[in-house]
């Protein structure tokens, strides 16, 4: 079974919409949960990071974290071509070793 | 801004050559990764790097792998004889401790 699980899409939303971007996984022990933005053939940026169950806001980003039913979310409101990218989420426990989704591909349309 | 640098951006290299990928993480950062991601894929755990020495490492991370922080500032991951399913984004992360972990823009590698 694989650690973190997450739809790879493709998801395409016209410009303003709403977007939700959603992970499972496994692993009790995982204690920290990120979200990184991957434009083509660049390295991942970290957007989001957050530790345990909760909410966290960041201008238009939104991270939920629900780890009594190992969900791990990303909202986007008002989306922005811009926005268009790959989003992987990211869990980790104490031992600071990452495991990765296979991460959305999102496209905003103008 | 501190960030991990990752050098070449680009390597080309024959098959069953030796090749030696580059990073220099975040100066105060504690652990150390190297990721590889196959064009179109996920990106795949290879090794992780602590205290001089690796603390996990993938299937992937087989006998042909190595990985050495040879001067405390580089961070670097080798693959002794290279193959044609080797060619993938390479990328080197650094965290300090139950912190984020900031990543490197990637090598890309192709063995032809």
């Known amino acids: 079974q694989k650690e973190v699980e997450q739809d790879p899409g493709p998801l395409s939303v016209p410009e303003g919409a709403i977007v939700s971007l959603n992970c499972t996984y496994s692993?009790?022990?995982?204690?920290?949960f990120m979200w990184y933005r991957q434009y083509s053939r660049k390295g991942p940026e970290l957007l989001m990071y957050?530790?345990?169950?909760g909410n966290k806001e960041d201008g238009r980003f939104t991270a939920q974290v629900d780890k009594s039913s190992k969900y791990i979310s990303l909202f986007i409101r008002d989306s922005q071509p811009s926005d268009s990218a790959t989003y992987l989420c990211?869990?980790?426990?104490?031992?600071?070793?990452?495991?990765f989704g296979a991460g959305t591909r999102l496209t905003v349309k103008p | 801004e501190p960030e991990v640098t990752q050098t070449p951006s680009h390597q080309v290299t024959q098959m069953g050559q030796e090749v030696i990928l580059r990073c220099v993480p975040i100066?105060?950062?504690?652990?150390f990764y190297w990721y590889r991601q196959i064009l179109g894929q996920k990106v795949e755990f290879l090794v992780s790097?602590?205290?001089?020495?690796?603390?996990?490492k993938s299937e992937i991370f087989d006998d042909q792998f190595s990985v050495e922080r040879p001067d405390g500032s580089n961070f670097t991951l080798k693959i002794r004889s290279t193959k044609l399913e080797d060619s993938a984004m390479y990328f080197c992360?650094?965290?300090?401790?139950?912190?984020?972990?900031?990543f490197g823009q990637g090598t890309r590698l192709t063995v032809v």
């Open positions: 957050t530790y345990s169950s």
């Open positions: 692993n009790s022990a995982f204690q920290y």
């Open positions: 992360a650094s965290l300090y401790r139950n912190t984020e972990a900031f």
């Open positions: 790097f602590y205290n001089n020495e690796i603390s996990e």
């Open positions: 990211a869990s980790r426990g104490n031992n600071n070793d990452m495991r």
């Open positions: 100066s105060n950062h504690l652990y």
